[in-house]
């Protein structure tokens, strides 16, 4: 991220008539925040994945999600995901279903690179690295995109920023699955699982599809 002008706004607490040379730095440094704010919103959010010790996972992204609060980092460090799956096993002559790690020793966490970021991330306890940095402090590789929808589908998750909210009775176009440019309106919102009910119209019916938020966009 780039650095906040040193002088952000600091002008606007002058109470007296501001004499040229004011106006002059003054109008210097709206020019100043205007380029910070344009640079601040070009950033994306990534999703990268970190090394910590096998059998903390889940430790570590509960200690990220609480460091991400407490340190006000909730604009740069979005989900922190432990990728599971599940495993069927017979035991006594019943089927016992457990959650198991798809990559022990790995979580995986969405947010936007900058410095600050990537020193809240770094240092949680229990993280021992970026998978992708070359070390000395250099930035990481983010995973390609196909290879968060592969890992985040399989949970049944969505790989839209789950800041995108959806109500109930909002009319939408589905615009990836088998109900492809078709439009309805949302009936239900998990917002823990991304998931929405939507109803559309086909051969004069409604039909109710169960949708990923990453499969609508809002009219």
């Known amino acids: 991220m780039p650095d906040k002008p040193p002088i952000f706004g600091i002008l606007l607490s002058v109470q007296k008539p501001p004499s040229m040379t004011v106006f002059i730095l003054y109008s210097k440094q709206l020019k100043g925040d205007a ?7 070009r950033q994306k959010n990534d999703w990268y994945v970190l090394h910590t010790y096998s059998g903390y996972e889940n430790k570590v992204k509960t200690n990220l999600e609480q ?17 599971e799956e599940e495993e069927h096993e017979q035991k006594n002559g019943k089927e016992k279903i457990e959650m198991k790690k798809t990559f022990p020793g790995y979580v995986l966490v969405e947010m936007v690179m ?21 070390g000395a402090g250099s930035k990481p590789a983010p995973l390609l995109p196909e290879e968060v929808a ?16 959806f109500d109930v009775g909002e009319p939408v176009t589905i615009i990836d699955g088998a109900f492809t440019g078709m439009h309805g309106k949302v009936t239900a919102v ?5 998931k929405l009910k939507v109803v559309t119209e086909m051969f004069d019916r409604e039909v109710t599809a169960e949708l990923d938020f990453d499969q609508v966009d809002k009219l």
């Open 114 to 134: 900058t410095d600050q970021s990537w020193f809240v991330v770094r240092n949680t306890p229990g993280v021992t690295g970026f998978v992708g940095s070359h």
């Open 67 to 83: 460091r991400t609060s407490s340190m006000n980092m909730d604009d740069y460090i979005f989900r922190v995901v432990v990728p």
């Open 35 to 41: 380029l910070w704010l344009k640079q601040l919103h």
């Open 190 to 194: 998990d917002k823990e699982k991304m």
């Open 150 to 165: 592969n890992v985040l589908h399989s949970m049944g998750m969505s790989t839209r920023h789950n800041d995108v909210e």
